[in-house]
């Protein structure tokens, strides 16, 4: 079977939404490979068919990066920051105030941040601030999990 397990695995890549799998174990039991007639091809629609009914069974999700974020800004933008904040899946998790600004900190998937710096400039005239560092994973809730999935079938139905 060590022959076979590149194509193994080319077979078993990405099956729910195209991203890297996790967690994953591949125990081959059978199979037989002859000189003349065994293709690599066949050994990877074998195994990405067997893959595929397993994946099925197991219920797989996505999981997505999720980022501690603080962000300053002046206080009378509040309001401003804490909607943009809402309306990108982020968790409040706590503020502070000082000195006429405030501090908000959340947990927001990493997925959601593109345009941010560009909208807390423009919500705070250029005078609000982030920072962010890595939190860890978390599944993808149903309905963007389902886009994910729906978005990559019609590309991969021919497999």
Request: avoid cysteine; glycine fraction near 8%; charge should be negative.
């Amino acid at each position: 079977y060590l022959r076979q397990e590149p194509s193994l695995k080319d077979g078993i890549v990405g099956a729910v939404s195209g991203h890297p799998l996790q967690d994953v174990r591949v125990i081959v039991y059978d199979g037989k490979h002859h000189p003349v007639d065994s293709k690599e091809v066949a050994f990877v629609t074998a195994g990405r068919k067997a893959f595929l009914d397993a994946i099925g069974k197991a219920r797989p999700q996505v999981l997505e990066p999720i980022v501690d974020l603080e962000v300053g800004a002046p206080e009378t933008q509040l309001g401003d920051v804490t909607g943009s904040l809402a309306a990108r899946r982020a968790r409040i998790t706590g503020t502070d105030s000082a000195r006429g600004e405030i501090v908000v900190k959340a947990q927001v998937p990493m997925s959601e941040l593109d345009g941010f710096a560009a909208e807390l400039k423009s919500l705070t005239a250029g005078k609000g601030r982030y920072a962010l560092d890595f939190s860890h994973y978390e599944p993808v809730p149903p309905p963007v999990q389902q886009k994910l999935v729906e978005a990559y079938k019609p590309k991969h139905e021919e497999d």
